[in-house]
């Protein structure tokens, strides 16, 4: 296992380019996710921060470069090895990606399901032992999706995503459409998930207080390529001008008092 | 004007191209989706829900179309046989329109419609929502998953909904023989028992089978590589019911062709 500064390197990204009909999305991508790390991943909308995260799950082939995620090479990996891979990684995409056909409960437990049997009884059960953490009421649990808000969604597939206690975790905008308490409440619940489990995250989010919370190290994607990295706190302190005009917004002193 | 030929062709080979491309592709699909046809873990309880849905629910649409065909039928070739041994042609020609085409492209094109059209929906609402992809980070294969059942389930169903419209068809015209033209019960049904042939009933049910599985790897084909949100949702929805279409009427003329040519 290849380790940088005692930690083991969960994911590493290297040398990666994306493109769609000669449209360069992403060139020359590098980064490492270490063990126990969250990192963030900031950039403007259509800046293929999403691209990147289907890129290291599998859904999109890159064009060049390298993925490794827990030392095994994910591009061009054979089919059943990648999917055995996926198991360990927890997923949230950016509109929530539940399973209309599917009550909410089932949907939280549908990767459990998979791999254990489990009755109806001990799957609610389950879906309800995580939902709590989310605050949400136990009666959504026998709704399907289009029953609930589109937070409530949102914080579904979180549940979805952190049900098994996956050591890694890759959040695509978990707190977009959701408002500031409860959007807190999820970032509360990705750092416990982070040093409970002992696990890593990648989230990309536009929120910025969000990053302030959960980040221990940040990613800005800009013109196809990463042009920032470094901590919350740099941020703060950095001349990139793209970086100023994310945190101009936010009063930093709301958040490192 | 060169240019304008030049581009003209450019434009065409592309289609063309695009065309073939799209054929390979469907045949890849149609080769990946057999295999997981025959490969365990089946999901059981996803096939009898579509077989409920495919079956169950289709009974009505596929009823009343065969029994109107059987009446229609009944009316129009009594007009044209009237001078005739009516009885004894009018059963023979109801029942053999009906087992040999009627009843299975009628069912073939209502259920095309009806549930073709909802499978390639659901299927590419899902894509679009980033459920499929969903699927496959969850430990499932999505053609296993969310394909296999609907093929199966329209394997087992439309040769039953087959069956079931081609005697409501000829019941149809039936009470049109009986009740409006005053035709002889026993003999209508001694001639439509007489005439009835083993090779009809697996000709109308070979048909079924395959028209079943061009509308559930038609539908699904589209439904699984949709793209472009909403617009490409009511492409594959579109395509779907009109391929599907074309293909069985295509298709009931090569099986005919085969068992009666």
Not at chain 1, 120 to 136: D, E, H, M, R
Request: hydrophobic share 45%; with cysteine.
């Amino acid at each position: 296992m290849e380790k940088r500064n005692n930690k083991k390197v969960i994911i590493k990204v290297s040398n990666l380019s994306k493109s769609f009909n000669n449209n360069i999305v992403l060139k020359n991508i590098n980064f490492q996710l270490l063990e126990g790390e969250s990192l963030a991943i900031i950039g403007a909308s259509g800046s293929g921060k999403s691209v990147l995260l289907k890129n290291i799950i599998g859904i999109l082939q890159p064009d060049k470069g390298s993925i490794v995620i827990n030392d095994t090479e994910m591009v061009n990996l054979p089919r059943n090895l990648k999917e055995k891979l996926l198991l360990d990684l927890g997923i949230t995409f950016q509109h929530g990606a539940l399973f209309d056909s599917l009550k909410n409960w089932e949907n939280i437990i549908f990767k459990t399901a998979n791999k254990e049997k489990i009755n109806n009884k001990q799957g609610k059960q389950l879906a309800f032992s995580i939902i709590k953490q989310l605050g949400l009421q136990p009666k959504i649990l026998d709704l399907y999706p289009s029953e609930i808000s589109g937070g409530m969604q949102k914080r579904v597939a979180i549940a979805r995503a952190i049900c098994g206690n996956p050591k890694i975790l890759l959040f695509d905008e978990p707190t977009s459409g959701l408002d500031p308490v409860t959007g807190s409440l999820i970032d509360q619940l990705i750092k416990t998930a982070v040093k409970t489990v002992g696990g890593s995250a990648i989230t990309i989010t536009h929120d910025m207080a969000s990053v302030c919370r959960i980040a221990d190290k940040v990613i800005l994607i800009d013109k196809q390529t990463i042009s920032w990295t470094g901590t919350p706190k740099e941020m703060f302190n950095s001349t990139n001008k793209k970086i100023q005009e994310f945190i101009k917004p936010i009063n930093s002193e709301i958040f490192f008092k | 004007m060169l240019n304008f030929f030049l581009e003209f062709l450019g434009a065409t080979g592309k289609k063309f191209i695009n065309f073939v491309a799209n054929i390979g592709h469907f045949f890849i699909f149609f080769g990946s989706a057999i295999y997981w046809v025959f490969k365990p873990p089946w999901y059981l309880k996803k096939i009898f829900q579509q077989i409920i849905d495919i079956g169950y629910f289709s009974l009505p649409v596929v009823g009343l179309t065969t029994f109107f065909s059987g009446m229609v039928l009944a009316l129009q070739t009594y007009n044209g046989f009237t001078d005739f041994n009516s009885e004894t042609t009018v059963a023979r020609i109801v029942l053999t329109s009906i087992t040999r085409e009627l009843g299975p492209v009628l069912t073939g094109l209502m259920v095309a419609g009806r549930i073709g059209a909802k499978m390639a929906a659901e299927i590419a609402t899902m894509r679009v929502t980033e459920q499929i992809d969903a699927l496959g980070t969850l430990g499932t294969r999505p053609m296993q998953y969310l394909i296999a059942p609907k093929i199966i389930a329209s394997l087992i169903c439309i040769p039953l909904l087959v069956l079931i419209g081609n005697t409501i068809g000829i019941l149809g015209g039936y009470v049109i023989a009986i009740y409006k033209l005053n035709f002889n019960p026993s003999l209508y049904l001694y001639a439509t028992m007489e005439y009835l042939q083993l090779i009809d009933i697996i000709q109308g049910t070979v048909k079924a089978a395959i028209f079943g599985l061009i509308i559930s790897m038609v539908s699904c084909y589209f439904g699984y590589n949709a793209s472009k949100g909403a617009e490409g949702v009511g492409f594959a929805t579109t395509s779907s019911v009109v391929i599907s279409s074309v293909m069985i009427l295509t298709s009931t003329y090569i099986i005919t062709a085969l068992f009666f040519g």
